[in-house]
């Protein structure tokens, strides 16, 4: 069974940090790209980081850049997004995604996680 299980959400002030992460299971790990998209109440669905599976630089949302950061642990087949200096406006569900991804997170999105919910505090 393939699963994606994000955790690490919850509740923080805003400057403060989070690190969720998505632990991958059921699948080959590096077969696929692994990203992160959040939607907000009321808002759409966007892509927040995503590794290109071209081999070309990992994308950031203008609106993160400088501030999270996307890593990976293939021994643990987990994947990583540090948030620093967090602010109201990323207040979302965080998804992890895992697929092919070219540029700005657009791509094939093959298997998605339940969402872990950030909440920022002004």
């Known amino acids: 069974e393939v699963q994606l299980q994000a955790s690490g959400g919850g509740l923080v002030q805003a400057g403060g940090s989070l690190r969720p992460s998505c632990a991958a299971s059921?699948?080959?790990?590096?077969?696929?790209?692994i990203g992160w998209f959040r939607q907000a109440p009321g808002k759409e669905r966007e892509g927040v980081s995503c590794?290109?599976?071209?081999?070309?630089?990992?994308y950031y949302a203008d609106s993160v850049k400088g501030r999270f950061t996307i890593s990976s642990d293939n021994a643990k087949n987990t994947v990583y997004l540090q948030m620093n200096s967090l602010k109201p406006e990323d207040t979302a569900v965080y998804y992890c995604?895992?697929?092919?991804?070219?540029?700005?997170?657009?791509?094939?999105?093959?298997?998605w996680g339940q969402g872990t919910l950030v909440t920022v505090s002004s």
């Open positions: 059921g699948f080959t790990f590096d077969d696929y790209a």
């Open positions: 590794p290109s599976s071209s081999g070309g630089s990992t």
């Open positions: 995604v895992a697929g092919w991804f070219e540029s700005s997170c657009l791509g094939v999105y093959d298997y």
